[in-house]
């Protein structure tokens, strides 16, 4: 943090740090000053690595060009976490997240936690999968609803397998890389075939790309009403905001 706060002040408030040479992709965004990596096209993990950032919307695509053309149709996942009071602050963000994973052809959602129970089953969400991590007990759900069973936290769509885990978030910003990817061994061995890693927790949108799996954290929903799509088997990954209304406070 004190690296970026003093980046930002040598540069005349930069507001993004585009880096490179681990050949893996990585972005934390922070309202001081985010940081971007690509990935690498040559000698990459994942196929032949790029990013696009979007300066006007904020918005960050990792995307990359497979080596070999997939077999399978591609599957679109949205990506939300921590909502908690949203619907109390925003009346719109529900109708208006629809609008945008509907754009985007988006079918599943997986929400990581932190979910206020009077929104399960909203009718702005009845056309979507929603795979939904709730520590409390509930009764019953609509037929769309998934609870993710807190003892195996495993969402299986289009043939990939997602991991949930709210409260990695917890300290997490504070790791170095060597023990992100220690955590990311550890999981993907209690969890075996797990391509990727969903948590909560923590405002800062985040994603860390490593030879296991792929880690990520969607964003503040309340703050910067932010979500992620994640599309396979390309593996590209979208970081993106709902537009605020001009008049919006």
Not at 158 to 174: A, I, P
């Amino acid at each position: 943090m004190l690296t970026l706060e003093k980046i930002r002040k040598d540069h005349d408030g930069i507001r993004i740090v585009f880096t490179g040479h681990t050949h893996r992709q990585l972005y934390v965004e922070n309202h001081i000053a985010s940081i971007l990596n690509p990935g690498a096209v040559e000698n990459s993990l994942w196929g032949y690595e790029f990013a696009v950032f979007n300066t006007k919307t904020g918005e960050a695509v990792f995307s990359r060009i497979m080596p070999n053309h997939p077999v399978c149709s591609p599957v679109k996942i949205g990506v939300i976490s921590d909502s908690r009071n949203i619907s109390d602050l925003n009346s719109y963000f529900w109708v208006k997240l629809q609008t945008e994973l509907n754009k985007q052809g988006v079918k599943h959602v997986i929400h990581c936690g932190n979910l206020a129970k009077s929104d399960i089953g909203r009718e702005e969400l009845k056309e979507f999968e929603i795979y939904f991590n709730l520590e409390t007990a509930i009764n019953s759900t609509p037929a769309n609803w998934h609870k993710i069973d807190p003892e195996n936290p495993i969402v299986k769509i289009g043939g990939y397998r997602f991991c949930v885990q709210h409260n990695l978030g917890e300290g997490l910003m504070e790791k170095t890389e060597r023990d992100i990817l220690q955590l990311s061994l550890q999981l993907a061995g209690k969890y075996p075939e797990t391509e990727f890693v969903l948590f909560g927790f923590t405002h800062q949108a985040y994603l860390e790309e490593n030879e296991q799996v792929i880690v990520l954290n969607p964003g503040d929903v309340v703050r910067d009403q932010s979500f992620v799509i994640i599309e396979v088997p390309r593996n590209e990954i979208t970081f993106s905001k709902i537009p605020r209304s001009p008049l919006s406070s």
